[in-house]
T-cell receptor, first 110, second 115 residues
Framework: EDKVVQSPLSLVVHEGDTVTLNCSYEVTNFRSLLWYKQEKKAPTFLFMLTSSGIEKKSGRLSSILDKKELFSILNITATQTGDSAIYLCAGGGSNYKLTFGKGTLLTVNP | GAGVSQSPRYKVTKRGQDVALRCDPI?????LYWYRQALGQGPEFLTY????????KSGLPNDRFSAERPEGSISTLTIQRTEQRDSAMYRC?????????????FGQGTRLTVV
């Protein structure tokens, strides 16, 4: 059975801090690793990673995949209160199914 | 439409009743997914459609759950004889192509409460 584990489950930081969120996966016929940000509404897409070692960057957020060690990290630099959310990681295999982790609840205090 | 639309947003039903949850994907999107999300958990896969064909229903918990997408656009997830353990957020997502793991866009979900 496919499995995605995220850590930590929750994290509280101060504005300006840098955070690293972790995601390890065991997905049959792995194809891609996706990160989503979930606030009160629907999860919104952040990154899709398919190749090892290539960093994807969007503003203060960046992510990288290690297919040998089966993990990914999501970095957020200079955090802001608006970054407070649940960050979801999902692994996708050849059967179209995305297997999600439980998420990391990030709280950024002013 | 501009985004994935789900209705109703909230549904309270009595145990034993049937419910039908609707998903209207982004126009032209080929793939449609149903997920269930319990409080404090990530979304759990239920089923997947490619056009009107249900490609994978391995995540449906039991035979009280069914889904259809008869014309390859709007989908309905039906839960028969609801039980309290069915209470959760039900989310629909769609993606543009039939390519594996193309970015999926989520709807705001239907919060189902079975009392």
């Amino acid at each position: 059975e496919d499995k995605v584990v995220q850590s930590p489950l929750s994290l509280v930081v101060h504005e300006g801090d840098t955070v690293t969120l972790n995601c390890s996966y065991e997905v049959t016929n792995f194809r891609s690793l996706l990160w989503y940000k979930q606030e009160k509404k629907a999860p919104t897409f952040l990154f899709m990673l398919t190749s090892s070692g290539i960093e994807k960057k969007s503003g203060r957020l960046s992510s990288i995949l290690d297919k040998k060690e089966l993990f990914s990290i999501l970095n957020i630099t200079a955090t802001q209160t608006g970054d407070s959310a649940i960050y979801l990681c999902a692994g996708g295999g050849s059967n179209y199914k995305l297997t999600f982790g439980k998420g990391t609840l990030l709280t950024v205090n002013p | 439409g501009a985004g994935v639309s789900q209705s109703p947003r909230y549904k309270v039903t009595k145990r034993g009743q049937d419910v039908a949850l609707r998903c209207d994907p982004i126009s032209g999107h080929v793939s449609l997914y149903w997920y269930r999300q319990a409080l404090g958990q990530g979304p759990e896969f239920l089923t997947y459609f490619n056009y009107e064909a249900q490609q994978d229903k391995s995540g449906l918990p039991n035979d009280r759950f069914s889904a259809e997408r008869p014309e390859g656009s709007i989908s309905t997830l039906t839960i028969q004889r609801t039980e309290q353990r069915d209470s959760a957020m039900y989310r629909c997502a769609s993606s543009a192509t039939g390519q594996l793991n193309t970015e999926a866009f989520f709807g705001q979900g239907t919060r189902l409460t079975v009392v």
